[in-house]
């Protein structure tokens, strides 16, 4: 079967650093992808993982380690407008195969 | 700039309606989604397509249908809504992806649909 896990939620302050961990177990593996979404929007794309590693953008950050089925979302520096969910989300195949989704972590970020 | 449109942001339907729900995009993709997002529940697959006219069951097609007449248009039907059907209804569309390389999926705006 396909199964991702996420926190449900996490608080954090203004300015600091959070980490938000994915852990998965699906069929097949073609990348991992996480994405943000505000509070009555659409999801957006924010990085893409396929081999072991960090990918830093800006503020964001994105790991991936495939041996042990695990990927984190880095987040520095933290703003106000970071506030939103992070879905976690695996290609399990190329192809036409959609993309298997985590439930989504949301985060408050605190003054 | 890559963009999927969804025909309505906010719906609001009686029991038993036939409502459709449109999605196009310009980015000729050929993969296109339909899920339904709820709180604590995250998305769910409700049908997808990969081609004109094919059609493939998600995790949740009860009570839906599809169709794929274009390749840049894609309609959920609810045949008789009911109330368990409220929720937010997002369309996506993703490349044909071969290979390595993920296939990143691009998403409407939603449709919050009420079902009175």
């Known amino acids: 079967g396909q199964n991702i896990d996420q926190p449900t939620e996490m608080t954090a302050t203004e300015g600091a650093i959070v980490q938000i961990n994915c852990t998965y177990q699906t069929s097949g593996f073609n990348g991992l992808f996480w994405y943000q979404q505000h509070a009555g929007e659409a999801p957006t794309f924010l990085s893409y993982?396929?081999?072991?590693g960090l990918e830093e953008k800006g503020r964001f950050s994105s790991f991936l380690s495939r041996s042990k089925g695990y990927s984190y979302l880095l987040l520095k520096e933290l703003q106000m407008k970071d506030s939103a969910s992070y879905l976690c989300a695996v290609s399990a195949n190329s192809g036409n195969t959609p993309l298997v989704f985590g439930k989504g972590t949301r985060l408050s970020v605190i003054a | 700039d890559v963009k999927v449109t969804q025909s309505s942001r906010y719906l609001v339907k009686r029991t038993g309606e036939k409502v459709f729900l449109e999605c196009v995009q310009d980015?000729?993709?050929?993969?296109m989604f339909w899920y339904r997002q709820d709180p604590g529940l995250g998305l769910r697959l409700i049908y997808f397509?990969?081609?004109?006219?094919?059609?493939e069951k998600g995790d949740i097609p009860e009570g839906y249908s599809v169709s794929r007449e274009k390749k840049e248009r894609f309609s959920l039907i609810l045949e008789s809504a009911s109330t368990n059907q409220t929720s937010m209804y997002l369309c996506?569309?993703?490349?044909?992806?071969?290979?390595?390389?993920?296939?990143?999926?691009?998403f409407g705006p939603g449709t919050r649909l009420t079902v009175l």
């Open positions: 980015m000729d993709h050929e993969n």
């Open positions: 397509s990969y081609d004109v006219k094919m059609k």
């Open positions: 996506a569309s993703s490349l044909l992806v071969t290979g390595v390389g993920g296939n990143e999926q691009f």
């Open positions: 993982n396929v081999l072991d």
